[in-house]
């Protein structure tokens, strides 16, 4: 069983950066690709960023793209996703995932974080 954990949430202010880190344990990060997603209240889960097992591959949402990066360093067994330019309208869980499905990228995660609040204040 992997235990995805994150963190790095909390409040932040209008117009500021924030980064977050994803742990995943009880198996190599390296054996999975990992993405970025958020739920705001009320509405649905929304796909941010991912990125492959190796780290060559990173793929961003069009509604962040130039906001978000992610990067992984399995070394270390983190997966990371830097905000920058925070608007209120970013406030919302924000939950990592790993993926062990060869046909990656796909929309299929097998294992999520619980998740942590981020919230923008002005």
């Known amino acids: 069983q992997v235990h995805v954990v994150e963190s790095g949430g909390g409040l932040v202010q209008v117009g500021g950066s924030l980064r977050l880190s994803c742990a995943a344990s009880?198996?190599?990060?390296?054996?999975?690709?990992m993405g970025w997603f958020r739920q705001a209240p009320g509405k649905e889960r929304e796909f941010l960023a991912a990125?492959?097992?190796?780290?060559?591959?990173?793929y961003v949402a069009n509604s962040v793209k130039g906001r978000v990066t992610i990067s992984r360093d399995n070394a270390k067994n983190t997966v990371n996703l830097q905000m920058s330019s925070l608007k209120p309208d970013d406030t919302a869980i924000y939950s990592c995932?790993?993926?062990?499905?060869?046909?990656?990228?796909?929309?299929?995660?097998?294992?999520w974080g619980q998740g942590t609040q981020v919230t923008v204040s002005s």
């Open positions: 995932a790993a993926s062990n499905n060869p046909n990656w990228p796909t929309d299929d995660y097998d294992y």
């Open positions: 009880g198996g190599a990060s390296s054996t999975y690709a």
């Open positions: 990125v492959s097992k190796s780290g060559e591959h990173t």
